[in-house]
């Protein structure tokens, strides 16, 4: 499986503020999905992250809050912008396996926001 | 869209024991049904998966069976160890036209293996 690596791994955060989380991959990949999962809870998918091309958000998640780039085939960044308390959770960076129907993710970016 | 249910939230085993949890979906067409473990301040593990022709799949102390027609599949775990305490998530994916395109989790089941 491909190593996947997230910056920061943690973070507190004060509100109204924005932090932008990095996902590197250690090989090229053609997606790359963003989770969310909040305290205690399972894991929600925010968006698939598409090289060349605009994010694809899931129902409930906008671009304007969650901002995503992906200017190539191993990196993206999600931005979680003007934070609030309710945003405080983990962010996982995710990818496809080689089979084509496995996801693996990386080991999450913990967001704490005061 | 997919629906996937599980059980139980919480259990509690003693070591040497085995632990079993149960998952439920919505959606016929999904085809590929993944496992995750997740230790405390980790992202989740992929452990076992099966796919939609096969009933069922071991690894080691690990099996997954699947039940097509009542669309439920179960994590087995024998002989647990205390390092088999996390959190499991089962999840379905392929009712898409591309199998990671959704993939979709049940609620988790966080498992404590008593010594």
């Known amino acids: 499986s491909a190593v996947i690596s997230q910056k920061p791994s943690r973070d507190i955060c004060q509100r109204g503020t924005s932090l932008t989380i990095q996902c590197q991959v250690d090989s090229q990949v053609t997606m790359m999905f963003w989770y969310r999962q909040q305290p205690g809870q399972s894991l929600t998918l925010i968006a698939t992250a598409n090289q060349g091309s605009e994010a694809t958000y899931e129902s409930g998640f906008v671009i304007d809050k969650f901002p995503i780039s992906r200017p190539n085939l191993t990196f993206s960044t999600l931005t979680v912008s003007n934070m609030s308390p309710e945003d405080s959770s983990i962010y996982l960076c995710?990818?496809?396996?080689?089979?084509?129907?496995?996801?693996?993710f990386g080991e999450g970016s913990w967001l704490t926001v005061v | 869209g997919e629906n996937v249910e599980q059980h139980p939230s919480t259990l509690s085993v003693q070591e040497g024991d085995s632990a079993v949890i149960k998952c439920t979906y919505s959606?016929?067409?999904?085809?590929?049904f993944p496992w995750y473990k997740q230790e405390l301040g980790k992202g989740p593990q992929l452990i076992i998966d099966?796919?939609?022709?096969?009933g069922e799949k071991k690894d080691q102390r690990i099996a997954v069976t699947l039940n097509k027609t009542a669309k439920h599949f179960s994590l087995h775990i024998t002989e647990t160890q205390p390092e088999d305490s996390a959190v499991y998530f089962c999840?379905?994916?392929?009712?898409?036209?591309?199998?990671?395109?959704?993939?979709?989790f049940g609620p988790g089941t966080s498992l404590s293996v008593i010594p």
């Open positions: 999840a379905a994916s392929g009712g898409q036209r591309r199998s990671y395109d959704k993939v979709i």
């Open positions: 995710s990818v496809p396996g080689q089979s084509g129907n496995t996801i693996y």
């Open positions: 959606d016929s067409a999904s085809n590929y």
């Open positions: 099966i796919r939609s022709n096969v």
